[in-house]
Each structure stands twice: as C-alpha cells, then as structure tokens.
C-alpha cells in the first residue's frame, strides 16, 4: 500500500512539473542557451570596433610629451676682455621641465586610411554573415530535435496500439485453443508477438528519454525535466511549390565580404606607392625653453607641414601587392564556388522534400490498407478461417505501417526545417 502510494505521488509530482513546449518556445530557448551564438555575438561586436577604430585615423591625433630632470653639470663659456674683465656664463639649468603638444591633421595618405575603414567594415559584415549562420544552424538543430521527440513519441503510441492488438490476439487464440480450434504453436507464436510488442514499447520509450535528453541540452533546460509538446502536427500539404527565399545565405554574403576584404587590402597595399601628407600644429612650455640663458618659463607655437615618403628598393611593395591580388583572386574564385554550392543545396533539399512528401502518402495509403487488412483477417481468424500465424503476420504489417507512416509524418517536417534552412527562409525560426 505505502509503495502504491509512493508511486502514485512521484507520478503527481513528474506531470506538475512537466513543462509544456511549443516548437516556438524551443526555437527561442535555443538561441538564448547557445554558447556559439554568444561568442559569435562578441565577435560582432568586436568587429564593430575595429570599424571606430579606422574610422578614427581620419581625426586628429593629440599627442603630449612632458619630461622633468635634473643635470648636475652644465656647459658654460667664459670671456676675458683685458685688462680686468673676465665674464662666465652657463647655458641651461641644472633644472629643466618641458611640456610639448602636438596636434596632427592627416590630409592625404593616399587612400591608405579609406582601405583601412573599407577593410574593417567588410570584416564586420562577414561576422555578420557568421553570426547569422550559426543562428539558423542552432535553428535548424532544435527544429530537428523537437520534431525527433514528436517522432518517438509519435511511434510510442504505435507501439501502444501494436501491444494493445497483440494481447486481443493472444486471448483470442487462449480461446480458440481452449475451444480445440488452436494448437500449442498458435499459443508460443502469439506469445512471442506479444513479446516482441513488449520490447518495441520499451525501445520506443528509451528513444523518447535520448530524444528528451537531446532536445533539453540545446534549449538549456536540466535534462531531468519533463516536457510536453503541445504543438498539434497537421498532415502534410498535398501541393508542394518552392518557396520564396526571405533573404540571402549567410555563407553567400560572407563569400561577399571575403571579396571585399580582399580589395580592400590590395588598397592598403597601394598606397604604399603614394606619399603621405599631414599638417601639425604644436605648443610647448617649459623653463628654460627658447631662452638657455635665462632660467625662466617661456613658451612657443609652431606650424608646419609634414610629407613622408618610403619606398623599398627590392621590390617589397610590389610584390605584397601582387600577394594581395592573388588573395582577391582567391576570394573571387571562393565566392563562384559558394554560389554553385547553394545551388546545389537548395536543389536537393528541395528534392528530398519532395521524396518525403510522396513517402507520406505512400505510407498513409499502405497505413489505410493494412489497417482495413486487419480487421478482416481478424474476423476470419474468430471464425476459424485463418489461422493464428497469419493473422500475426498480417498485425506485424500493420504496426509496420503504424510506424512508418509516424516517421514519414516527422520525416516530412524535418526535410521541410532542411529547405528552409537552404533557401534561408524565415520560417526556419518560426513556430508551426
């Protein structure tokens, strides 16, 4: 009695806490849980940076270099004017304090700075790209987990059915057999399906906890949870079109920006040629300063104008820039290559929706006959017109059924999760 009772409550307890999920509910959890969207979400905004930070070499630069020392000796002259004269002097203080400011103005780098800007902001696009990728990956696998769940439990309750129709058999022949219309190998043959039913349950319900397990650990949830899915599968459509892509792959626009990167460092690599201009400004103060004789604080402006110009005489810069073409070759040649492979993709993802779509009314027809099958192979075998070992292969080509259209069903929706993710609809990240 107190054992009844404890069972009882531990079940009470499991479906309180049973928690309901919708397929929107999973594909939300999903993406808050995933690890690699978190760090692909710090990638981006580190990207973002790197573009403040070209874009900021257009600014002037501020600079400060202030020095405070002390010499023990200093240099000094000394004049004898005859007769009785004799002057000394030094030059400079034992002291010495000196603030310097400079303000440079970048006025022409030859494009050197516009690359640096083009460059960083292609690098944010293809983390961009990346980020949106591994969302519809995370997407894609908690469409597929879910509908996975929903196809062992789906073949859970065919299991059912088969162990529900083989126990009715198994009376029937006690019956026959007790009538004198069954013989002793009707009896282990009916034992035996039944058997074979019992463990098709068992191995159905260990499915559910390892489809369970799979699904909780890619929404963040403990894996000692209980879920109930409450979204209702309907059949699936019989008009079957391609579907309108609500944007472009990910992998398509980061091939894009690759080439981007690519131009932009053949750019950089350029304006190694050109010469670079900058205008400056300065202000300093300090004692002494312009004036070594005396040890006073003074102070200056300046004004001017600065060209820098380099060039390496074996070939240095020429051959970086030709490296850097053959990168944006590279690029080029990567990008025409992603775009024959989504081609490809899409076109097979398609193809196999298509296969799932026509395996599930195969299924449901092969469900239909087998089950009409049964149920006259079930009145003949009551009245003694068939026997025992037909009537349960006829069963087992039933629950044959019952399963097959159950993973047909879940198959279609999971082929349907593959399309949307090769076409890059929104639909991968909506609920059903």
């Known amino acids: 009695m107190k054992k009844?009772?404890?069972i009882l409550l531990t079940l009470t307890a499991a479906s309180v806490l049973s928690r309901d999920l919708s397929l929107e509910q999973a594909l939300r959890l999903a993406v808050e849980h995933s690890q690699t969207l978190k760090a692909a979400e710090a990638d981006r905004l580190s990207a973002e940076s790197m573009v403040s930070a070209a874009q900021a070499e257009r600014f002037p630069t501020l600079s400060l270099d202030a020095s405070a020392r002390y010499?023990?000796?200093?240099?000094?002259?000394?004049?004898?004017?005859?007769?009785?004269?004799?002057?000394?002097?030094?030059?400079?203080?034992?002291?010495?304090?000196?603030?310097?400011?400079?303000?440079?103005?970048?006025?022409?780098?030859?494009?050197?700075?516009?690359?640096a800007v083009a460059m960083a902001k292609s690098s944010r696009d293809y983390q961009i790209a990346m980020n949106d990728l591994q969302r519809d990956r995370v997407l894609l696998q908690a469409r597929v987990d879910y509908f996975n769940l929903s196809r062992a439990m789906e073949l859970q309750r065919a299991a059912e059915a088969s162990l529900k129709r083989t126990e009715i058999?198994?009376?029937?022949?006690?019956?026959?057999?007790?009538?004198?219309?069954?013989?002793?190998?009707?009896?282990?043959?009916?034992?035996?399906?039944?058997?074979?039913?019992?463990?098709?349950l068992r191995q159905a319900e260990i499915n559910i906890e390892s489809s369970r397990i799979y699904l909780l650990s890619h929404i963040g949830l403990s894996a000692t949870e209980q879920v109930t899915l409450v979204d209702s599968l309907p059949d699936p459509t019989v008009d079957l079109n391609r579907i309108t892509p609500s944007g472009t792959r990910p992998e398509l626009t980061a091939a894009g920006a690759g080439v981007k990167i690519g131009e932009a460092k053949?750019?950089?690599?350029?304006?190694?040629?050109?010469?670079?201009?900058?205008?400056?400004?300065?202000y300093s103060y300090g004692k002494p300063n312009l004036d070594q004789f005396n040890n006073t604080w003074n102070h200056y402006f300046t004004v001017g104008a600065q060209l820098q110009w380099s060039l390496n005489l074996g070939g240095r810069t020429a051959s970086r820039k030709k490296a850097t073409?053959?990168?944006?070759?590279?690029?080029?040649?990567?990008?025409?290559?992603?775009?024959?492979?989504?081609?490809?993709?899409?076109?097979?993802?398609?193809?196999?929706?298509?296969?799932?779509?026509?395996?599930?009314?195969?299924?449901?027809?092969?469900?239909?006959?087998?089950?009409?099958?049964?149920?006259?192979?079930?009145?003949?075998?009551q009245n003694g017109a068939l026997t025992s070992n037909r009537l349960l292969e006829i069963e087992a080509s039933?629950?044959?059924?019952?399963?097959?259209?159950?993973?047909?069903?879940l198959d279609f929706y999971i082929a349907q999760s593959a399309y949307y993710f090769a076409v890059a609809n929104d639909n991968l990240g909506k609920g059903l």
Do not use: C, N
């Open 4 to 6: 009844t009772l404890l």
């Open 71 to 115: 010499i023990d000796q200093v240099s000094a002259f000394t004049i004898d004017i005859p007769p009785m004269v004799h002057i000394e002097r030094e030059i400079g203080s034992h002291e010495a304090y000196q603030a310097d400011w400079r303000l440079r103005i970048p006025l022409y780098t030859g494009g050197r700075i516009s690359s």
């Open 169 to 200: 058999i198994q009376k029937d022949v006690h019956w026959l057999f007790d009538a004198g219309a069954a013989d002793s190998i009707d009896l282990l043959d009916a034992r035996l399906a039944r058997t074979r039913s019992d463990f098709a």
């Open 266 to 282: 053949v750019g950089t690599e350029q304006s190694a040629y050109l010469p670079s201009l900058a205008a400056y400004g300065g």
């Open 325 to 381: 073409v053959h990168s944006l070759d590279a690029a080029r040649r990567h990008y025409d290559d992603v775009v024959e492979s989504i081609t490809r993709e899409t076109d097979l993802a398609f193809e196999q929706l298509r296969l799932a779509h026509t395996r599930y009314f195969s299924a449901l027809d092969e469900w239909r006959i087998a089950g009409a099958d049964f149920e006259l192979a079930r009145q003949q075998h």
């Open 398 to 409: 039933l629950s044959q059924s019952e399963a097959s259209l159950a993973a047909a069903k």
